[in-house]
Nanobody, 125 residues
Framework: QVQLVESGGGLVQAGGSLRLSCAAS????????MGWFRQAPGKEREFVTG????????YYADSVKGRFTISRDNAKNTLYLQMDSLKPEDTAVYYC??????????????????WGQGTQVTVSS
């Protein structure tokens, strides 16, 4: 089991940057593929990006490719999301999650059993 706590959200102008962090408790963080999801008001939760257990492989939604970068530090039990060139449409609550159900695709929220509480990101135009 792993507990996840996000931080780093806030209000930023379009074109700006934010860095989100996700601190994991427990000694099993490195055994999980990790993902970032987001949910805007009135919309479904959507996959943003994911990273393999040792960070060798990363995956991005087309909407953020080239602007967002996911990384992890297994020694610090921490997941990161660097967000650059932010747009108003990036406004959402951002969640980190640990992937556990390999019968589901990594971009499906249903494949993740452990979720943080979320952090709000608001991008003004």
């Amino acid at each position: 089991q792993v507990q996840l706590v996000e931080s780093g959200g806030g209000l930023v102008q379009a074109g700006g940057s934010l860095r989100l962090s996700c601190a994991a408790s427990g000694r099993t963080f490195s055994s999980y593929f990790m993902g970032w999801f987001r949910q805007a008001p009135g919309k479904e939760r959507e996959f943003v990006t994911g990273i393999s257990r040792i960070g060798g492989s990363t995956y991005y939604a087309d909407s953020v490719k080239g602007r967002f970068t996911i990384s992890r530090d297994n020694a610090k039990n921490t997941l990161y999301l660097q967000m650059d060139s932010l747009k108003p449409e990036d406004t959402a609550v951002y969640y980190c999650a640990a992937y556990s159900d390999y019968s589901r695709n990594y971009f499906s929220p249903g494949g993740y059993s452990y979720w943080g509480q979320g952090t709000q990101v608001t991008v003004s135009s």
